[in-house]
């Protein structure tokens, strides 16, 4: 049982660094895109 518990708190560690890793991307890309759209006169 220790074991496996174990194993469940790294992989929700890894998935967590996961997400943020991902979330931090979509921001940016998020950002780049506004910072794009409001340079560019409509």
């Not at 929700?12 to 794009?36: D, F, P, T």
Request: net charge positive.
């Amino acid at each position: 049982m220790p074991k496996i518990n174990l194993n469940v708190s790294t992989s929700n560690k890894e998935l967590a660094c996961l997400i943020r890793a991902a979330g931090s991307h979509v921001n940016q890309a998020i950002v780049r895109y506004a910072m794009a759209n409001s340079a560019t006169p409509r």
